[in-house]
């Protein structure tokens, strides 16, 4: 089995930073891809940013292009989302995915991102 920990989520000011962390545990050999997903209050879940095994193919939301930056260090088997120029509409809880070989897929708990304006 695979956990998903997240970190980094608060509150910030409309063109402010944050960044996000994400740590697996367990059977970790089994992850591949992993991204970020968000979830705003009344809205479905959406994808904001992946990122393959060797971090080497990313893909964005139209959304967050240009603003956000997805990374990971396998070495110390984290993935980063480094949050620019936040806005409001940023406001969500922000979940860790990961996906197996296998096509099994996990998900951390969630932390939240607050954007005041």
């Known amino acids: 089995q695979v956990q998903l920990v997240e970190s980094g989520g608060g509150l910030v000011q409309a063109g402010g930073s944050l960044r996000l962390s994400c740590v697996p545990s367990g059977s970790i050999f089994r992850i591949n891809a992993m991204g970020w997903y968000r979830q705003a209050p009344g809205q479905q879940r959406e994808l904001v940013a992946v990122?393959?095994?060797?971090?080497?193919?990313?893909n964005y939301a139209d959304s967050v292009k240009g603003r956000f930056t997805i990374s990971r260090d396998n070495a110390k088997n984290t993935v980063y989302l480094q949050m620019n120029s936040l806005k409001p509409e940023d406001t969500a809880v922000y979940y860790c995915?990961?996906?197996?070989?296998?096509?099994?897929?996990?998900w951390g708990q969630g932390t939240q991102v607050t954007v005041s304006s």
């Open positions: 995915n990961g996906k197996s070989f296998g096509g099994a897929v996990y």
């Open positions: 990122i393959s095994l060797g971090g080497i193919t990313t």
